[in-house]
């Protein structure tokens, strides 16, 4: 990754400050945006993230910015999904989180290559290195709310929604750079509350990790 990409980018505080807390969030990435019968039936749909601060959100929030308005695909707060598809009460999911994150260390989560799926949530992400706290903490999450073992959880962190072609996405690798030497430190669990549409995804709750 260069520095004159960075240098070069558009940047409106003022829109990326609208994407925190009450907007943006994200879920375990699938394949479509949609949100089962089954799911609204059993209850509300959250998801658990780890989320950058300082100069590295920043720079994050400005790659996907770019990219949102680019190609007219929803913006997002920069994030790397721990654990989604929860479903439950409210009460009860928030209660479980809080005893997640007093479980958890704080830990680094260190950023590597640049990469593209044929999947709306994943069309375009960084995958972060699959080290041993961010892999511990998955597992503890998926014991403590019950989740399936499948899919495999692979850490990454989503810059662009949407689908693409492929050719389409290699030029923008290669504009970015295909690798994003960038780490942060994860010390908060955030709590999001996932709506059928993106824009309407909101933090809930958030608690600090080994708290």
Same mark, same amino acid.
């Given at each position: 990754m260069g520095e004159n990409r960075w240098s070069k980018m558009r940047f409106d505080w003022h829109t990326i400050g609208t994407l925190g807390g009450e907007m943006r969030a994200t879920f375990l990435e699938t394949s479509s945006p949609r949100i089962s019968t089954s799911t609204r039936l059993c209850g509300?749909?959250?998801?658990?993230?780890?989320? $950058?601060?300082?100069? +590295? !959100?920043?720079?994050?929030? *400005?790659?996907?910015?770019?990219?949102s308005g680019k190609y007219s695909t929803p913006a997002f707060e920069p994030h790397v999904t721990l654990a989604g598809s929860i479903v439950g009460p409210a009460r009860e999911i928030e209660s479980k989180m809080k005893d997640l994150a007093r479980r958890i $260390?704080?830990?680094? +989560? !260190?950023?590597?290559?640049? *990469?593209?799926?044929?999947?709306?949530?994943r069309c375009l992400f960084i995958r972060v290195a699959q080290t041993h706290p961010i892999m511990s903490a998955h597992?503890?999450?998926?014991?403590?709310?019950?989740l399936p073992k499948r899919p495999a959880f692979m850490?990454?962190?989503?810059?662009?929604?949407?689908?693409?072609?492929?050719? *389409?996405?290699?030029?923008?690798?290669?504009?970015?750079?295909c690798r994003f030497e960038l780490e942060f430190k994860a010390s908060t669990l955030h709590l999001y509350l996932i709506k059928r549409q993106p824009e309407a995804w909101r933090r809930v709750a958030s608690h600090g990790l080994g708290l």
């Open positions: 509300s749909r959250y998801s658990l993230w780890l989320m $950058p601060k300082g100069e +590295v !959100r920043r720079r994050l929030a *400005e790659a996907i910015l770019d990219l $260390p704080r830990f680094t +989560v !260190r950023l590597t290559t640049v *990469e593209g799926l044929e999947e709306y949530f597992e503890a999450a998926r014991e403590i709310f019950r850490p990454h962190l989503s810059l662009l929604y949407g689908s693409l072609l492929s050719k *389409e996405k290699e030029r923008i690798i290669i504009s970015l750079g």
